[in-house]
Each structure stands twice: as C-alpha cells, then as structure tokens.
C-alpha cells in the first residue's frame, strides 16, 4: 500500500488533521479497501518523518469517526465500506462529533495553576538555597516564629508596601502554607462574630470550601461588568466579603478605584470586614497597575491576602496574610498556639532570594514572558476563532476565561477539546448557583504553555470546536 500524504508544515490545519483527511479519502474512494491493514504507528511515523503523536491523533479521529477500528496486538483495520462509517453523526456528515478515546493523550493542557516552568531561574533558587544551610544550620532545624520568620515578613512587607501599595508593617503579616490555610485561620478569627461569609458569584471555590467546611453560611453576590455588585451585598446582610477586586476569580474584571471606595463605604458603614485576594495581582500586563483595595482603606476593615503561588510557584506553598489591627490583636491575643504551616528552610531561602534582588528581576522577567504569552493568546482567538468567542477578564494574571457561542455546555465543550487533546476548565465548579449557562465559560490558563503550544493548542480547540459554534 501507498501511502503518500501531501503534508504542508506551514499550512494552518495541523498535521494530524491533514493526515486524518488523506486517510479518510483514500478509505472512502476505496483506494485503501475495507479490511486493509493501516501501516502502525512508528513505521509510518518513519516513513513519514513526522511524530508518532501525529500519526496517534489522524488515527484516532479515524477510529473516532469510524474509518477504522483497532484489533487489539494486531493494529488499525479499515472497516468494511459497504456500510455506513458515519454512525454516529451530529449535525453534518463532514464534522462529525469526535469520541472519547482511552488513549487520547492531552497534548495542550490549559491549566491555570501551572507556571512557566522554563523560566523558573533554577540557578539563583538553588544559590539561595545553598546558602540557607550555610547561614545557621544549626538554628534553622528548631521551630521558627509562629507568624512566620520576622527577616522573610520584613522583605515581604517592604515589597508589598512599593509593588502593591498595600499599608503594611512586617508585624501585620502572617504567613501560611496556602491562602486555604489562610482562610481557616482568618475563619477562626472572624468566627468569634459572624458565621456568614459573602462572596463573588461565581468566586473561588477553594476558598469557598474552607468556608463551608468550618460551617459559615455563603453568600453569593453577583457581579456587575466592574465585580461585586455592592448594592446585592448591603441586602445580603452579610459582615464579612471575602474577593478579588484586582483580577476577578475566574471572570476577570478589574474593579475600578469608585467601586472600591463604595465596597470600603460599606465596610465602614455595616462595621464589615473585606478578605482581599490579591492572587495575581503582579502581573498586570496593560493599563495602569491597580493599586490593592487595603491601601485605599484607613478604617482597618481590609485583610489582604497575597501567594507565592504565580508569582514563583505553588508547590513552595506560601502565601500571606496582612491583618488589620482589629484581628492582629486577637491573632495576638488567641492564636499564639497556632504552629506556623511554612517550612522554615523554605521561608529562610526566599529571604535570601528577595534580600538578593533576584525575586524582583524574576517578577520583571516573569512580566514580559507571560505579558508575551498573554497577547499572543487574544492574537490567536481572535485570528482563529473570530466571532465565535468572545475573550473576558484579559490584561491580567496567567489565565483568561473565553464564552463560547455554542449550544453545547461548557462542560461538553471542555469534554469535545478532550477528545482532540486539549484540555481546558469549565466554570461550574465556581458557581454556587448553577450557573444558566446561557453562553458557556470557558478557562483558559496560559503560564505553563510556550508560545507556540498556546498557538497550536487554540487552532485544535477550534477544529474540535469547530462543529458546534451556533
Ligand atoms: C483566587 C485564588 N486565590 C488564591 C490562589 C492560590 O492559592 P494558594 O496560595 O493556596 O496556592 C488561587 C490559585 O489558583 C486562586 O485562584
């Protein structure tokens, strides 16, 4: 048997699909009867020089399709042609709907807690390291302070002062092993007076399980074009917010300085209480820096939460949290008890990092990679999707969250971007109410994805997608 593709790198169309279409001619003219044997994958990924995982995926959509069928040890047989190949068709003969294969390999995964891990500066993290064991060995085995090492919170502090605007003193900062670890202990602190928690609807739903777990009631407010609508949180009865003013979780909208200062108004007024997540606030990519919501407030009713876990990575588990006087005092007063959750070795080596300088050259370097990655991500929606998109939350962090124009939900979006080897997130999981899913919501992580796999991971999802825009 023949088989010679007509394979163009430089087209648009990927590989796989080229190949796929090659195949499923030849089937249909018959020029590869029923019953032939598909050479395997690795003599045709010799023959053609091109990669197994390329011929794997034309072979898959062949099988998903029906073309072909796999006998197990033996390989890939064409089908008889007599009958029908087509069964299972939604809409149109020519894009039918692909299934689920064991095999299917995620070739683009969208997540968006992974970082760009070729980046990450391995070199001046491990000198910090090093010299984290040559400093005081001995010292650094013992239990360290309970709010976390006082050298690391003033570096912290100092940062956070200059890059985030955020009114603080080493003393305020707690540091934790997580802003769920965070969210209990501020649980148990507010818990004292208020068992209700309002939150951004949808929100984040790790924090949102913290919060159910040690029992509080959630409150879901809806959000307006600019985040929280404040005026459904006066109604809700609710002392306590906890959001995410700088980069909305997952929406991503900014909630500009007016809309603060009517959230601050009503902290003041209701004798409220804000829980500010700044999770991504570093990476601000156009447009000016948005200051956080806590250096806007002199009342002290702002508790400001920041991570590690974009900015550097998240397997260091660290984040913090700067507390208002009114909680630092009984944090002082009654949770003395509390061991710190951060490892001290750990804690001791990012001092070192950020007294070096290297933590502030990381994040500018960090800014420009993934401002990069983010503008070629709208470049290609917009190129390849145009129309049957529409991109929200953009200009901020290391994810966006796309709403197809689809019928289909978004979890049958995400399950179809699957079966062709990518993988995204749908929304649902943020939302208390289920969502009405009018438009679905898809997100879109692009830290831990090079340029070219966010390019080449968008024009997959669209061929996959493809069939099911309205
Ligand atoms: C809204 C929000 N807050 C905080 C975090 C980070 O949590 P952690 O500090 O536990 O890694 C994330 C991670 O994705 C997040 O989406």
């Not at 984040?204 to 777990?213: K, P, T």
């Not at 991500?377 to 390849?384: A, E, F, G, N, Y």
Request: glycine share 8%; with cysteine; proline share 5%.
């Amino acid at each position: 048997m023949n088989i010679i593709p007509k394979l163009d790198k430089h087209l648009k169309k990927p590989l796989y699909i080229q190949l796929y279409q090659y195949f499923k001619e030849e089937i249909r003219s018959g020029r590869i009867p029923s019953f032939k044997r598909l050479p395997s994958i690795r003599q045709l990924a010799g023959d053609l020089h091109i990669s197994k995982t390329t011929i794997q995926w034309a072979y898959q959509q062949l099988l998903a399709e029906g073309y072909i069928e796999s006998k197990e040890r033996s390989g890939f047989y064409v089908v008889e042609m007599e009958s029908q190949p087509f069964g299972h068709i939604f809409g149109s003969s020519e894009q039918p709907i692909p299934s689920p294969s064991e095999e299917t390999e995620i070739v683009y995964d969208f997540y968006m807690s992974h970082i760009d891990v070729d980046h990450f500066p391995f070199q001046k993290w491990k000198t910090s390291l090093n010299q984290t064991m040559l400093s005081d060995p001995k010292e650094l085995l013992f239990y360290g302070d309970r709010q976390g090492e006082l050298e690391l919170r003033i570096a912290i502090s100092s940062y956070l002062r200059q890059s985030r605007a955020v009114n603080c003193l080493a003393d305020q900062l707690v540091l934790g092993a997580g802003t769920q670890t965070l969210a209990r202990l501020l649980c148990h602190l507010i818990g004292h007076e208020e068992q209700k928690v309002a939150m951004e609807e949808p929100g984040y739903e790790g924090v949102r399980h913290v919060f159910q777990l040690l029992g509080f009631q959630v409150i879901p407010i809806p959000l307006e074009e600019d985040g929280l609508n404040v005026d459904e949180l006066h109604k809700s009865g609710a002392k306590v917010v906890y959001i995410t003013p700088s980069h909305q979780f997952p929406l991503g909208m900014v909630m500009p300085v007016a809309k603060r200062m009517k959230l601050l108004k009503w902290a003041e007024e209701n004798g409220g209480l804000i829980i500010e997540d700044d999770y991504d606030g570093e990476f601000r990519y156009h447009g000016k820096p948005i200051p956080s919501l806590q250096g806007l407030d002199v009342n002290g009713n702002v508790v400001y939460v920041g991570t590690f876990s974009k900015s550097l990575m998240p397997a260091v588990r660290m984040s913090y949290a700067v507390l208002p006087e009114r909680l630092l005092t009984l944090y002082q007063h009654s949770y003395q008890g509390y061991d710190q959750t951060v490892s001290r070795l750990h804690q001791k080596t990012l001092q070192l990092f950020m007294e070096s300088g290297e933590w502030e050259r990381h994040l500018r370097r960090m800014k420009k990679i993934y401002q990069k990655k983010h503008d070629i991500l709208l470049q290609t929606i917009h190129h390849v999707m145009n129309g049957s998109v529409h991109v929200t939350g953009q200009n901020a962090g290391l994810h966006v969250v796309i709403k197809i124009n689809s019928d289909k939900t978004a979890d049958e979006l995400v399950h179809i971007a699957k079966t062709s080897g990518v993988q995204v997130y749908s929304t649902t999981n943020n939302w208390v109410y289920k969502q009405k899913e009018e438009t679905p919501l898809i997100l879109l992580g692009f830290g831990g994805l090079s340029i070219e796999e966010i390019q080449e991971g968008i024009e997959r999802l669209h061929e996959a997608w493809l069939p099911f825009y309205r």
